[in-house]
C-alpha cells in the first residue's frame, strides 16, 4: 500500500458535501502531523486543514473554516476530511499529506511535509 491513500473525491453541486478519506500504511501510522491540502488547475497548492495526532488539535485555513472539519480514527490512523456548503472554488485536487516532526503544531504550509499521496479530484458545480 502506498504511505498516503486518498479516496472519497467526486462530484458535487454547491451546498453540497463530500467526505473524504486518508489512509496511512504502518510506515505513516505514526506521523506527527497529517493535513489535507488542494491545488486547482493554474494554482499553487494550499493547505487546508491539518491535525496533530498526538492530542487532536486541529488547523484550518481561513477559506475553509467552518466549513470543513478534519477528524482521524485513532485506530485505524484513517483521516477524514468533512466538507460541507461546498463552493465552485473549492474544486481541486484534494491531497493527503503527512510529516513526522513533532511539536504539536501542524502548519499548513506544504513545503513542511514530505510524504504525500496520489490525491482525489472534486468538482464543484454551480
Not at 31 to 55: H, M, N, S
Not at 93 to 102: E, I, Q, S
Amino acid at each position: 500500500r502506498a504511505v498516503l491513500e486518498e479516496s472519497g473525491g467526486g462530484s458535487v453541486q454547491a451546498g453540497g458535501s463530500l467526505r473524504l478519506s486518508c489512509a496511512v500504511s504502518e510506515f505513516t501510522f505514526a506521523l506527527a502531523c497529517l493535513g489535507w491540502f488542494r491545488q486547482a488547475p493554474g494554482k499553487e497548492r494550499e493547505g487546508v486543514a491539518t491535525i496533530y495526532t498526538g492530542d487532536g488539535n486541529t488547523y484550518y485555513s481561513e477559506s475553509v473554516k467552518d466549513r470543513f472539519t478534519i477528524s482521524r480514527d485513532s485506530a485505524t490512523g484513517t483521516v477524514y476530511l468533512q466538507m460541507t456548503s461546498l463552493k465552485p472554488e473549492d474544486a481541486a485536487m484534494y491531497y493527503c499529506a503527512g510529516r513526522f516532526v513533532p511539536g504539536g503544531y501542524c502548519p499548513l504550509e506544504r513545503d513542511k511535509y514530505n510524504y504525500w499521496g496520489q490525491g482525489t479530484q472534486v468538482t464543484v458545480s454551480s
